[in-house]
């Protein structure tokens, strides 16, 4: 069936700010879904509270609305547009439950506006834990033994009945929130308190735990005529227990039988064609039994989910595209495969490669919580990585996650306290893939293992082999290192670094020069969706040591932007928001735009965004040798956070030129000390300080600067490991978990001022002119992060005089420092004085809230002055709109109960929204403007 033409005009529902459980994924598949619903004439409004996002930007849709996701706002629109449907299907929980909340108002039928692509039917069967588990019975698929409560008393009840160990799942909860697996009877009362507590409808189902089960997930499309196409099958790594967003996870599946899987298929199939009416993407979990492979349904998510975007960018498929075109009226037969663009839409992706996805976690930012996963999720962010096999994507997926490693073990010694490694085993916490490698290295039997941790069999068994190999390469010297040890060791994704570590004599770039002299060199090949069986004009590429190259460097001017990795707090979707500009702005300069990024759920890594994708760990030895295949005229590093400018001392080594500010001065920025001399010769005030390299020096130098002091590593985002102290005791303490936990870091002390107001720039400078993109004045006081902080723009209370000695300082700065590109500085403000606190020769969290609230591309006018084609003058800026913008962080802290909600230098909020108000009399304003008195008075 073609489209429905009597669609006109389609509201799609965004996610809101990041949160754990619901973060960049839904900016993958909200700006897909507006650009494929455009491509059929549709006009589009879109509604989303989150100023860090590709999909509220006005290319994506004809109508983009930075408000707050609630009913009212939704009647505003309607009232405002002629809007003849919904999609709700976009936006994960928070658009689905908004659209029930509409239903139930009955302001959809009022403005006669329908949802497409689900309705309150299909959600309610799937998402009301009573109802889908009755569905369940009647569909003849297996459940587990449970019931629903409503209370605490019926709770209690059925675990009486029921018998531990058993699970609690909040109905209509996201990421797991509220969910746990309670061992004992004295710990069920409170858990099941806080699951009741956590569901909108205050139900919980209380059901048998099937701890060690094997747990799947299926990728499907529906459409309108009840076609079925199952885009990927996803197998969790770790067994049933722990929630699938903090599992790591592989695909195709691994350990599956065909039997098992037809099984599993066909029970899919019946339970998205009970559904009703849907027409779009699905994500159906499963738990196996490994014994007898007895299958049971765990949920189905009735919308493009977290998964989603994982199966889009380990198929190559692009599921939300096609989802919105299902949610008009097409069948999958209908459609073109827009990778391929010559098979069929319900032609099944096939991969001849496999993918690892491992989550990242930010326990180091909530001290004391409780660091052992379950049933709700606690992750930030995740990576993924491809590779020819299990061992390749695995060591690949580790070298992504920017916390240090270079693979999978065999960068540094091992543990070797069987007690610590028992309990990291048997209660499984962040590290627990390399604790596993660490007790294989010791001789632990892979079936004591196995025993502790339920994993199958078959990945130990790849891991224990890695295990072998390591053994092999010790034997070895660079000198005397057969080459076919070293071709199989690259095989199985060992790094340089590793193979380095483990011989022990010598550096990565010596094993690179021998492999290199040897032909031992990456291999690039398509992420295609059909494992060549057609002919496909990919540009999404991986690299491996397997076969021939499949990607082809062309001879045109071109450029490398480097992503931001995996979202983390300090670093995440804001920095994504960048690089995508930064690509489409080269692109639009004639420059051939390669985006390197190992980041599955952000729009960077969408299929179409880049003229090149290389789906790589941010990682040296990889970026090495993709210039030296693409050999562009340049790298950028200045859009993708910390991670792309860790990396620019290594290109400036290696002669590559870096785009834009080049690295001395980003060095500059970071070198304490030379950023003070030149503050000091600029005649710009800034905090005293020092720089120690131990706990005694740190103390004399917070005695000369004076007490409190702000003790900080250098080199780091979001506030790591920043603290204030206020003696000597506590800086002894402080230093020493600093030295401790990034060794070889130098710690800076500076003097805190204490009640100072603080305050932000953002700027342009192409080297001759400064122009300030926005200027923020912070509700919170100096002392609470940027990132923790509600931030006005512009300033409403800041003077004239401080202003001005802001602009000054930012232009001084800018043209000093030699910016080309973007430089955010933090600024301090007592008693009308203006001190620099730091300046950050890159994009900053903020500019993508400037950009919404302004309706600027700044980002695309910074890129165009870093490659040199655009001077500031070039562009006409549009005068700045009345009223006023707040950033408002968003925190996750209900994820760790107990831990303190305490903000201090070191960055918590997982994401931000953002509110317009037209005066400072807005009721909002006036409450921000009490607290800020309140802070600036204590």
């Known amino acids: 069936m073609p489209k429905d033409t009597s669609i006109k005009h389609v509201l799609i529902i965004g996610s809101g700010p990041i949160i754990i459980g619901q973060a960049c994924e839904f900016d993958y598949s909200g700006s897909q879904a507006a650009r494929s619903l455009r491509e059929e004439g549709i006009e589009v409004s879109l509604i989303n509270s989150n100023p860090a996002t590709i999909m509220t930007d006005k290319m994506n849709a004809d109508h983009v609305y930075l408000w707050p996701l609630t009913a009212e706002s939704i009647e505003k629109i309607l009232t405002e547009q002629k809007i003849d449907a919904v999609l709700p299907t976009m936006g994960g929980q928070t658009a689905l439950n908004l659209a029930k909340e509409c239903e139930e108002l009955g302001i959809w039928a009022k403005h006669n506006c329908r949802i497409i692509g689900v309705n309150i039917e299909a959600i309610d069967k799937m ?34 009945r029921i018998g531990f160990p058993l699970v609690i799942r ?56 009840d076609d079925i196409a199952v885009i990927c099958t996803i197998e969790n790594f770790d067994p049933m227990g722990i929630h699938t967003g903090d599992s790591i996870t592989v695909a195709p599946a691994m350990t599956l039988s065909d039997t098992c899987y037809q099984n599993m298929r066909d029970m899919a199939f019946k339970m998205m064609r009970s559904m009703g009416v849907f027409a779009g993407g699905c994500n159906v979990q499963f738990s196996v039994n490994p014994e007898d492979e007895t299958i049971i349904a765990i949920e189905i998510n009735p919308r493009v989910s977290r998964s989603s975007a994982l199966a889009s960018k380990a198929t190559g498929y692009p599921i939300a595209k096609i989802a919105a075109k299902l949610a008009i009226g097409y069948y999958l037969d209908e459609l073109k495969n827009p990778v391929t663009k010559t098979t069929s839409a319900f032609f099944e992706p096939a991969i001849d490669y496999v993918i690892v996805k491992i989550p990242r976690w930010n326990f180091d930012k909530f001290h004391g919580s409780d660091k052992r996963l379950g049933f709700q999720m606690k992750s930030v962010g995740e990576v993924m990585a491809i590779g020819r096999s299990f061992q390749e994507a695995l060591q690949k997926a580790c070298q992504s996650l920017e916390i240090g490693r270079h693979g999978l073990g065999a960068d540094r010694p091992a543990e070797r306290n069987l007690e610590v490694l028992a309990e990291g085993l048997e209660h499984a916490s962040w590290n627990r893939i390399f604790q596993l490698k660490d007790a294989l290295s010791l001789g632990v039997p892979i079936s004591s293992v196995q025993k502790m941790t339920k994993i199958d069999r078959w990945f130990l068994e790849q891991i224990a082999d890695l295990v072998k190999t390591e053994t092999e390469i010790r034997r070895y010297s660079v000198e005397n290192l057969p080459l076919e040890v070293l071709k199989v060791a690259k095989e199985k994704g060992f790094s340089d670094e590793q193979i380095a570590w483990l011989m022990g004599n010598c550096t990565a770039e010596e094993v690179y020069e021998k492999r290199k002299a040897a032909g031992i060199r990456r291999v690039y090949k398509m992420v295609d969706t059909c494992s060549a069986e057609f002919p496909s004009p990919t540009n999404y590429f991986y690299s491996t040591f397997d076969g021939d190259n499949e990607s082809v460097s062309t001879s045109n001017k071109k450029v490398v932007v480097l992503g931001s990795g995996p979202n983390r707090i300090g670093q995440g979707i804001e920095f994504d928001y960048s690089c995508v500009h930064g690509i489409l702005a080269a692109r639009e300069a004639g420059y051939e735009a390669i985006m390197v990024n190992c980041n599955p759920e952000t729009v960077s890594t969408d299929f179409d ?15 090495w040798e993709i210039i030296e295949h693409e050999k562009p005229e340049g790298v950028i590093v200045q859009l993708g956070g910390q991670t792309a400018l860790k990396l620019a001392e290594k290109l400036k080594e290696k002669g590559i030129k870096i785009i834009g500010t080049d690295f001395d001065s980003m060095d500059l920025s970071e070198d304490r000390g030379r950023f003070s001399d030149l503050l000091a010769e600029l005649d710009i005030p800034y905090p005293q300080y020092g720089v120690a390299l131990d706990a005694e020096e740190a103390i004399v130098i917070a005695n000369k600067v004076g007490y409190p002091v702000l003790v900080r590593p250098s080199y780091v985002l979001g506030g790591q490991g920043m603290v204030i102290v206020i003696n000597d005791e506590d800086l002894e303490k402080a230093v020493v978990k600093l030295m401790g936990d990034l060794p070889g870091n130098r710690v800076l002390i500076d003097h ?159 994401g931000e929204s953002i509110l317009f108000i037209k005066d400072l009399m807005d009721p909002t304003f006036r409450e921000l403007y009490k607290m800020k008195s309140v802070y600036l008075s204590h």
């Not at 697996?181 to 507590?197: C, H, P, S, T, Y």
């Not at 100096?782 to 300033?795: K, Q, R, T, Y």
Request: glycine share 8%; net charge negative; proline share 6%.
């Open 127 to 160: 998402e009301d834990r009573d109802k889908f588990r009755d569905l369940m019975i009647e569909l003849g698929v297996g459940v587990a033994d449970g019931q629903i409560a409503n209370s605490f008393l019926e709770g209690k009840e059925i675990a009486q």
């Open 170 to 225: 909040p109905s209509y909860t996201l990421g797991g929130t509220g969910g746990s697996i309670v061992f004992k009877k004295e710990d069920f009362d409170v858990a099941l308190q806080r699951g009741l507590e956590a569901s909108p409808v205050h139900e919980v189902i209380v059901e048998k735990a099937v701890m060690g089960w094997k747990e799947y997930e299926l990728e499907l499309l529906r459409d309108s005529k």
């Open 609 to 623: 965004m880049a003229d090149k994708l290389y789906f790589e760990p941010v990682y040296w030895e990889h970026l």
């Open 752 to 910: 805190f001022l204490d009640r100072a107001e603080e305050a932000e720039s953002d700027s342009i400078c192409d080297g001759e002119q400064v122009h300030i993109i926005g200027m923020m004045e912070h509700i919170e006081p100096a002392g609470i992060h940027s990132g923790d902080s509600s931030a006005v723009l512009p300033p409403f209370s800041l003077s004239e005089n401080v202003k001005n000695q802001m602009a000054e300082y930012t232009a001084r700065l800018a043209l000093k420092m030699n910016i080309r590109g973007l430089l955010n500085i933090q600024f301090a403000i007592k008693e009308e004085k203006v001190y620099v606190i730091e300046a950050n020769p890159r994009a900053s969290r903020t500019v993508p809230f400037i950009c919404k609230a302004y309706d600027v591309p700044y980002v695309n006018m910074a890129t165009k002055v870093m490659l040199g084609v655009n001077k500031i003058s070039d562009f006409t800026i549009p005068p700045r709109p009345a009223g006023y913008a707040i950033k408002q962080p968003v925190f996750s802290f209900n994820k760790f109960p107990g831990v303190s909600r305490e903000l201090g230098p070191e960055m918590k909020s997982t």
